[in-house]
């Protein structure tokens, strides 16, 4: 097991508390202590218990069916999660709520009520229906950060087909990897999206995509317009807007899905170099997020949720969509960078919306403090009564800049660990009971069964370092690897019998707070984003000129990781400034730009063990200038020494 070693060593001189305050322990959803124990007790009854916020069609005849690796949760229940998210809250005092409020990069907005939202998205399950989607059809959607992206997602919710969304900061060709193993045949997309001004030309990446797949349908939502530079395909491609003008406004009628039927699919990175797509069923999905947004973000009727992650990564399916609308409140959704046109973009956003709660990355809160706390004070935050962290472990600096900075010190901040696979937060505190620690994520949350265990699989105890696991099935939890249930069983329950392994390293401390220390596995956390090591090696040995590959994750102070990659090159090809640069555009043109590597260093040899390992942890101490560990496994020695000398230079 490998963490930053640098990382412990702070958490563990970290000695600040911040108990609830009174009046925020009041007014709490979960302000009772002993629902801890209560979940512990009887995990089925909590979650059961939970499940009563949702709408059934049908009730279950069981909770939980457990067959390790694979659950069956709110067995034989009957639900849907559009009619759940949207359509129950069309009837009564919440028709004309906000819904979503949409906030453009360009400074245009919009605002669907209830109402309004159920309206376009009936109307889209209407033209996909059109278009030949059923129930089970998986619609690929690669869009910018616009209201069809949640509205083309609850459309498929509603018809009862998978959706499966790309973010749109992925390249042609992953988006090529995820339509073929998804074996989708209709994409929704956009002309373009924007960002920072400029056009991200997600059409043309759409057209190159496709080529050769069994996609026959390409749905285009006009966004930037000529600035695209986008054609139309004839037969194909259909523009969104004149179909939506076209589609029949009877409602649609939400198909009665089963508990277990798949809601979605989420690609994320692993081990090997092909992501998986993690499956999402309906009603375990459903009952955990609308569980941690009433528990972890105490979210309230009057709430004006803001979380400022992609749609396309599980932060925002689960925070921006399906958490905040299956409770009825309003979500705020962003299509922008934070410093575009200007750096105080999201204090602006609070201000102009009132927003109450607001849930970001540590990577964005400390590019926040490098640029000053001018950019907040310019704003009237006072709305704000929560605030949240997800995504990698958050540095005690930065948690209490936000804490001061942010939330002038009023607000508690829920530091949130979970996964694309856990579908909800699972390590988090409860605002109105747990008192939290600047940089821990406290404890799980009530019915969620995590340990920290040693090799063998036993509990390592207050005070002790190991693999984080969950002992016991969730809701929310991933069902299985699509196509590959395999994979699913290997990586997740391979190592301990029974027990979920996330693939992350924590430290329990003399409270048996969890802190966690980051993957142990060969995935790097770049600004929140995780990329697979070998996805990286594997674009590099794509190009003409590399004969070799080692890609490691250094500690970096603003994303957090940055990727290094050590590279040896073929015979003839010459290791210059020039051709750095063109690897490192060759990469953010085969998985997208946040895969770029920081550094390449061009190297004669990689150090190797004798049986032809690449020893990633020698490249990892080299990289943070680390004293080398144990190089007696090494074939050649003499390579480190040269490394070094490399990487000074
Ligand atoms: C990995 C999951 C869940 C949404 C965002 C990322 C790391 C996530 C925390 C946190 C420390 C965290 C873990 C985890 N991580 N949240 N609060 N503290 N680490 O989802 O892309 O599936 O990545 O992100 O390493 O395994 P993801």
Not at 430 to 450: D, N, Y
């Given at each position: 097991?490998?963490v930053d070693?640098?990382?412990l060593?702070t958490l563990?001189?970290?000695d600040?508390k911040?108990a609830?305050?009174?009046a925020f322990r009041a007014?709490a959803?979960?302000?009772?202590?002993?629902i801890?124990?209560k979940?512990l007790a009887d995990p089925?009854?909590?979650?059961?218990e939970q499940a009563?916020?949702?709408?059934?069609?049908?009730?279950w005849?069981?909770?939980?069916?457990w067959?390790?690796p694979?659950?069956k949760?709110?067995?034989d229940a009957?639900l849907?999660?559009a009619?759940?998210a949207v359509?129950?809250?069309?009837q009564?005092p919440?028709k004309n709520?906000?819904?979503?409020i949409w906030e453009?990069e360009p400074?245009d907005s919009k605002?669907?009520?209830?109402?309004?939202?159920?309206?376009?998205?009936?109307k889209?399950?209407?033209?996909l229906?059109?278009l030949?989607v059923?129930?089970g059809?998986r619609?690929t959607?690669?869009l910018?950060?616009?209201?069809?992206?949640?509205?083309?997602?609850?459309a498929c919710a509603k018809i009862?087909?998978?959706h499966s969304?790309?973010f749109g900061?992925?390249?042609?060709a992953?988006?090529r990897?995820?339509i073929?193993?998804?074996?989708s045949?209709?994409?929704?997309?956009?002309?373009?999206?924007?960002?920072r001004?400029?056009?991200?030309?997600?059409?043309n990446n759409?057209?190159?995509?496709v080529e050769?797949t069994?996609?026959d349908?390409v749905?285009?939502?006009?966004?930037v317009?000529?600035?695209?530079?986008a054609q139309m395909?004839?037969?194909?491609d259909?523009?969104w807007?004149?179909l939506?003008?076209?589609a029949s406004?009877?409602?649609f009628?939400?198909?009665e899905m089963?508990a277990e039927?798949?809601?979605?699919?989420?690609y994320?990175?692993?081990t090997?170099?092909?992501?998986?797509?993690?499956?999402?069923t309906?009603?375990?999905?459903?009952?955990?997020?609308n569980t941690?947004m009433?528990?972890?973000f105490?979210l309230k009727?009057?709430?004006?949720h803001?979380?400022?992650a992609?749609?396309?990564?599980v932060t925002?399916?689960?925070?921006?969509?399906?958490g905040p609308?299956?409770a009825?409140?309003?979500?705020v959704?962003?299509?922008?960078?934070p410093?575009f046109p200007?750096?105080?973009?999201?204090?602006?956003?609070i201000?102009?919306?009132g927003?109450?709660?607001f849930?970001?990355?540590?990577?964005?809160i400390r590019?926040?403090?490098?640029?000053?706390?001018q950019?907040v004070?310019k704003?009237?935050?006072?709305s704000?009564?929560?605030?949240?962290?997800v995504?990698e472990?958050?540095?005690p600096?930065a948690w209490?800049?936000?804490?001061?900075?942010?939330?002038k010190?009023q607000?508690?901040?829920?530091?949130?660990?979970?996964?694309?696979e856990t579908?909800?937060?699972?390590?988090a505190?409860?605002?109105?009971i747990?008192?939290?620690?600047?940089g821990?994520?406290t404890?799980?949350?009530?019915g969620i069964?995590?340990d920290?265990?040693?090799e063998?699989?036993?509990s390592?105890g207050a005070g002790n370092g190991?693999y984080l696991?969950?002992?016991?099935?969730?809701?929310?939890m991933?069902?299985?690897?699509?196509?590959?249930d395999?994979r699913?069983?290997?990586?997740?329950f391979?190592?301990?019998?029974g027990t979920y392994?996330?693939g992350?390293?924590?430290?329990l401390?003399?409270?048996?707070?969890?802190w966690?220390?980051?993957r142990?596995?060969?995935v790097?956390?770049?600004s929140?984003?995780?990329?697979?090591t070998m996805?990286v090696?594997?674009?590099?040995v794509?190009?003409?000129?590399v004969a070799?590959?080692?890609?490691?994750?250094r500690?970096?102070?603003?994303k957090?990781q940055a990727?290094?990659?050590?590279?040896t090159?073929?015979e003839?090809?010459?290791?210059?400034?020039?051709l750095a640069?063109?690897?490192?555009q060759?990469?953010?043109a085969a998985?997208?730009?946040?895969a770029?590597?920081?550094?390449?260093?061009?190297?004669?040899e990689?150090p190797?063990?004798?049986s032809?390992?690449?020893?990633?942890?020698l490249?990892?101490?080299?990289a943070?200038?680390?004293v080398i560990?144990d190089?007696?496994?090494?074939?050649?020695?003499?390579?480190?020494?040269?490394?070094?000398?490399l990487y000074?230079?």
């Amino acid at each position: 097991m490998s963490v930053d070693p640098n990382r412990l060593d702070t958490l563990l001189k970290e000695d600040r508390k911040f108990a609830p305050s009174e009046a925020f322990r009041a007014q709490a959803n979960f302000n009772d202590p002993d629902i801890y124990d209560k979940a512990l007790a009887d995990p089925e009854a909590y979650w059961a218990e939970q499940a009563q916020n949702l709408s059934w069609f049908k009730p279950w005849t069981k909770v939980l069916e457990w067959n390790p690796p694979h659950a069956k949760w709110f067995v034989d229940a009957k639900l849907n999660a559009a009619y759940n998210a949207v359509d129950r809250h069309r009837q009564g005092p919440r028709k004309n709520k906000a819904a979503i409020i949409w906030e453009g990069e360009p400074g245009d907005s919009k605002v669907f009520t209830y109402d309004m939202l159920g309206r376009e998205v009936d109307k889209a399950a209407h033209v996909l229906t059109s278009l030949g989607v059923k129930r089970g059809d998986r619609v690929t959607i690669y869009l910018p950060m616009i209201p069809e992206l949640p509205i083309s997602m609850l459309a498929c919710a509603k018809i009862g087909a998978i959706h499966s969304v790309v973010f749109g900061g992925f390249a042609a060709a992953s988006l090529r990897d995820r339509i073929l193993d998804a074996d989708s045949n209709i994409v929704i997309t956009a002309d373009g999206g924007w960002r920072r001004g400029g056009v991200v030309p997600l059409k043309n990446n759409t057209d190159e995509a496709v080529e050769g797949t069994s996609v026959d349908t390409v749905v285009v939502v006009p966004r930037v317009g000529k600035a695209a530079g986008a054609q139309m395909v004839d037969g194909r491609d259909h523009d969104w807007n004149e179909l939506m003008a076209k589609a029949s406004t009877a409602p649609f009628p939400a198909a009665e899905m089963d508990a277990e039927d798949i809601l979605y699919l989420l690609y994320t990175s692993g081990t090997t170099g092909k992501p998986k797509g993690i499956v999402h069923t309906t009603g375990g999905y459903m009952v955990g997020v609308n569980t941690s947004m009433r528990s972890v973000f105490d979210l309230k009727e009057d709430d004006i949720h803001f979380c400022s992650a992609d749609i396309g990564w599980v932060t925002g399916h689960t925070y921006i969509v399906y958490g905040p609308l299956s409770a009825g409140a309003t979500t705020v959704m962003y299509e922008g960078a934070p410093d575009f046109p200007d750096r105080d973009r999201f204090w602006s956003i609070i201000e102009k919306y009132g927003a109450t709660i607001f849930y970001t990355a540590p990577t964005s809160i400390r590019t926040f403090m490098k640029w000053g706390p001018q950019h907040v004070e310019k704003h009237d935050l006072s709305s704000l009564r929560l605030l949240g962290t997800v995504g990698e472990p958050i540095n005690p600096e930065a948690w209490m800049w936000y804490h001061v900075h942010v939330g002038k010190e009023q607000c508690p901040v829920v530091d949130t660990w979970w996964q694309t696979e856990t579908g909800c937060a699972m390590i988090a505190p409860l605002p109105g009971i747990t008192e939290t620690k600047p940089g821990s994520a406290t404890r799980p949350l009530p019915g969620i069964a995590v340990d920290v265990v040693d090799e063998n699989g036993d509990s390592v105890g207050a005070g002790n370092g190991g693999y984080l696991v969950i002992k016991k099935p969730w809701p929310s939890m991933l069902r299985t690897v699509w196509g590959d249930d395999e994979r699913f069983q290997n990586t997740y329950f391979g190592k301990f019998d029974g027990t979920y392994l996330p693939g992350d390293g924590a430290h329990l401390d003399d409270d048996s707070y969890i802190w966690i220390l980051g993957r142990i596995d060969d995935v790097i956390n770049v600004s929140g984003h995780r990329i697979g090591t070998m996805e990286v090696e594997s674009a590099l040995v794509g190009h003409q000129a590399v004969a070799e590959a080692a890609v490691i994750g250094r500690s970096h102070d603003v994303k957090g990781q940055a990727i290094t990659a050590f590279v040896t090159v073929k015979e003839g090809a010459t290791a210059d400034d020039a051709l750095a640069a063109e690897l490192k555009q060759h990469v953010a043109a085969a998985i997208g730009a946040m895969a770029r590597p920081e550094e390449i260093i061009f190297t004669a040899e990689l150090p190797k063990t004798r049986s032809a390992k690449i020893m990633r942890r020698l490249l990892r101490d080299i990289a943070e200038g680390r004293v080398i560990g144990d190089t007696t496994t090494l074939a050649d020695a003499s390579v480190v020494e040269e490394l070094k000398k490399l990487y000074k230079d």
